[in-house]
């Protein structure tokens, strides 16, 4: 009889661990099907397109994103562009620090010059000089 109980017992612990292990395993190669319908798992917001983070692998104006510009106490300016900090007549890739104002920026970038704003001013649009 104790040696029937052990094996019960054993067959148990082996059957638990069994059983937690078993949900990892079987969301490894889990993918989604949305069956014609919006996928929850992409967000509502933001577009498919990859992004360029490096100011050094842009290629057009449309993938500079001015997100902040600082003024410091000397009254030197200093733009943040793509999470890079840069101030005027600075260079990194195709894309050329030319003027920093307080609400936009003037770059150079494939010998045109273009004015970035700050997000909402101006719309945050992108514009040609």
Do not use: W
């Not at 054993?10 to 190669?29: D, R």
């Not at 106490?73 to 900090?85: D, I, P, Y």
């Not at 260079?91 to 050329?96: A, D, I, L, P, R």
């Amino acid at each position: 009889m104790r040696k029937k109980f052990k094996k019960i017992i054993l067959f148990c612990l082996l059957a638990a661990i069994f059983i937690a292990g078993a949900p990892y395993s079987y969301c490894e190669g889990f993918r989604y099907d949305p069956h014609a319908r919006r996928d929850p798992f992409v967000p509502l917001a933001g577009g498919q397109k990859a992004a360029v983070t490096k100011l050094e692998d842009i290629t057009s104006v449309e993938d500079v994103k001015l997100e902040g510009i600082a003024i410091g106490a000397q009254g030197k300016r200093v733009a943040m562009l793509n999470g890079e900090m840069l101030k005027e007549n600075d260079k990194v890739g195709e894309v050329e620090i030319m003027k920093i104002e307080k609400k936009s920026i003037t770059i150079l970038m494939g010998g045109k010059p273009h004015n970035l704003y700050l997000p909402g001013e101006e719309g945050g649009a992108k514009g040609e000089k």
